[in-house]
């Protein structure tokens, strides 16, 4: 937890942890300070913030072009303020494409017997831009939980537009608090959104576990679904939530998973997506989904799917129509590149790990003439490559 970040002032205005009366408690309220602010599903018209709590807490945003700041978000349009006891997330709207803004949050504890106050640094985030003739992103995947693993790819990822955590980010949920620490304050609480927002795609142990159901409750999505369409300058990305690895009736998931209806209205989504002309005429479109949609070795049943047939089965005509170049997952702890053919025009590029030798940092730069796609190891080791030409 990086209390540096953050001006923690109790009722009385003293800086907690400071004082002499707080002098026994600094490990309560190192355990209650929030956490650093995450920028999450950033739009060209907006963002979300979203912060750990650990209490119940109400929050706002401070924002604006400068660091002066000068507009507040203060409620969460259904007549309340935001609030939580894991995390408050406060949605911003009517912001300008790819522009810069400085923001930082504001927590007051709702607690009656510590009224306290923390405001944060100030930090920026940048909202998408569709018109821009560049863009650069960076996709981790299959990190479960893997402390070293994060640790890693953040110090390798540089700043972009946007970093795509493509799922398996956890290993079943089955803890209180842990969807909450796994996503806003990963690895102990680094600072993964400082230089890119974050885009969350779930993956099939993201959706497992008695309290699965609370990553909705903390990781923003741009429609407010587990599946969007960004345009970052040249390049539309289609995320889409392949679910479960398993049928939904499958004796391991005890009668939880709903995953078929959901591929089922992805499917009839993805028909009217790709006809939107932002999304439609864009120069390089690729798709991001946890489970690969192609698979080495399609014949082998290992009771468990290496590949989702049951999405791809879905969603392929579509994508074929669309025209679809690329599609980036994890799933298999393996890296692969399966080239396209006559009848998958799209490529499929793999990797990802929660281990040191498994892991894999994928980065992408577009402008005019081509989208470059680059994998390392941990070690910054380039380990594939390929270079996407322009359709349009
Ligand atoms: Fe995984
Ligand atoms: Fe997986």
Same mark, same amino acid.
């Given at each position: 937890?990086?209390?540096?970040?953050?001006?923690?002032?109790?009722?009385?205005?003293?800086?907690?942890?400071?004082?002499?009366?707080?002098?026994?408690?600094?490990?309560?309220?190192?355990?209650?300070?929030?956490?650093?602010?995450?920028?999450?599903?950033?739009?060209?018209?907006?963002?979300?913030?979203?912060?750990?709590?650990?209490?119940?807490?109400?929050?706002?945003?401070?924002?604006?072009?400068?660091?002066?700041?000068?507009?507040?978000?203060?409620?969460?349009?259904?007549?309340?303020?935001?609030?939580?006891?894991?995390?408050?997330?406060?949605?911003?709207?009517?912001?300008?494409?790819?522009?810069?803004?400085?923001?930082?949050?504001?927590?007051?504890?709702?607690?009656?017997?510590?009224?306290?106050?923390?405001?944060?640094?100030?930090?920026?985030?940048?909202?998408?831009?569709?018109?821009?003739?560049?863009?650069?992103?960076?996709?981790?995947?299959?990190?479960?939980?893997?402390?070293?693993?994060?640790?890693?790819?953040?110090?390798?990822?540089?700043?972009?537009?946007?970093?795509?955590?493509?799922?398996?980010?956890?290993?079943?949920?089955?803890?209180?608090?842990?969807?909450?620490?796994?996503?806003?304050?990963?690895?102990?609480?680094?600072?993964?959104?400082?230089?890119?927002?974050?885009?969350?795609?779930?993956?099939?142990?993201? !959706?497992? *576990?008695?309290?699965? %159901?609370?990553?909705?409750?903390?990781?923003?999505?741009?429609?407010? $679904?587990?599946?969007? &369409? /960004?345009?970052?300058?040249?390049?539309?990305?289609?995320?889409?939530?392949?679910?479960?690895?398993?049928?939904?009736?499958?004796?391991?998931?005890?009668?939880?998973?709903?995953?078929?209806?959901?591929?089922?209205?992805?499917?009839?989504?993805?028909?009217?997506?790709?006809?939107?002309?932002?999304?439609?005429?864009?120069?390089?479109?690729?798709?991001?989904?946890?489970?690969?949609?192609?698979?080495?070795?399609?014949?082998?049943?290992?009771?468990?799917?290496?590949?989702?047939?049951?999405?791809?089965?879905?969603?392929?005509?579509?994508?074929?129509?669309?025209?679809?170049?690329?599609?980036?997952?994890?799933?298999?702890?393996?890296?692969?590149?399966?080239?396209?053919?006559?009848?998958?025009?799209?490529?499929?590029? !793999?990797? *990802?790990?929660?281990? %040191?030798?498994?892991?894999?940092?994928?980065?992408?730069?577009?402008? $005019?003439?081509?989208? &470059? /796609?680059?994998?390392?190891?941990?070690?910054?080791?380039?380990?594939?490559?390929?270079?996407?030409?322009?359709?349009?």
């Amino acid at each position: 937890m990086e209390r540096r970040s953050f001006l923690h002032i109790s009722a009385a205005g003293s800086i907690l942890g400071a004082s002499a009366s707080h002098a026994q408690e600094p490990q309560d309220e190192e355990a209650k300070a929030p956490g650093i602010p995450v920028a999450m599903a950033p739009r060209p018209d907006g963002i979300e913030i979203i912060w750990r709590t650990h209490q119940l807490a109400r929050g706002m945003v401070e924002f604006g072009p400068t660091p002066e700041l000068g507009s507040t978000k203060r409620d969460d349009g259904w007549g309340l303020r935001p609030a939580g006891s894991e995390s408050i997330r406060v949605r911003l709207d009517g912001l300008q494409p790819g522009t810069t803004y400085h923001y930082r949050t504001v927590t007051e504890s709702m607690d009656k017997k510590d009224a306290s106050r923390s405001v944060s640094a100030i930090r920026t985030f940048r909202t998408l831009d569709p018109a821009a003739s560049a863009t650069r992103f960076a996709v981790w995947n299959d990190t479960h939980k893997h402390a070293d693993t994060i640790k890693k790819l953040a110090e390798l990822t540089p700043p972009s537009d946007f970093l795509l955590w493509n799922g398996d980010i956890c290993n079943d949920w089955y803890r209180e608090g842990e969807v909450a620490d796994t996503i806003l304050t990963p690895a102990g609480g680094i600072d993964h959104s400082a230089n890119h927002p974050l885009l969350l795609v779930r993956g099939n142990h993201d !959706v497992r *576990g008695t309290l699965a %159901h609370q990553v909705e409750d903390h990781a923003p999505m741009p429609d407010g $679904k587990p599946w969007f &369409a /960004i345009r970052s300058g040249p390049v539309t990305a289609i995320c889409l939530d392949t679910g479960e690895d398993k049928p939904d009736d499958h004796p391991y998931l005890f009668g939880r998973a709903a995953c078929e209806p959901m591929r089922q209205a992805q499917a009839e989504w993805l028909e009217q997506t790709i006809t939107r002309p932002e999304f439609a005429n864009a120069p390089y479109r690729i798709v991001f989904c946890h489970i690969p949609l192609r698979w080495t070795d399609e014949t082998t049943d290992h009771g468990y799917d290496w590949y989702s047939k049951r999405s791809r089965d879905l969603w392929h005509d579509s994508l074929v129509k669309w025209g679809a170049q690329l599609v980036i997952s994890g799933h298999t702890h393996r890296d692969a590149h399966i080239r396209s053919n006559d009848r998958f025009p799209y490529q499929q590029l !793999v990797g *990802g790990g929660p281990k %040191h030798a498994q892991a894999r940092l994928i980065t992408a730069q577009a402008d $005019k003439s081509k989208l &470059a /796609i680059r994998m390392t190891d941990l070690d910054g080791k380039q380990v594939r490559a390929l270079d996407l030409p322009a359709l349009v």
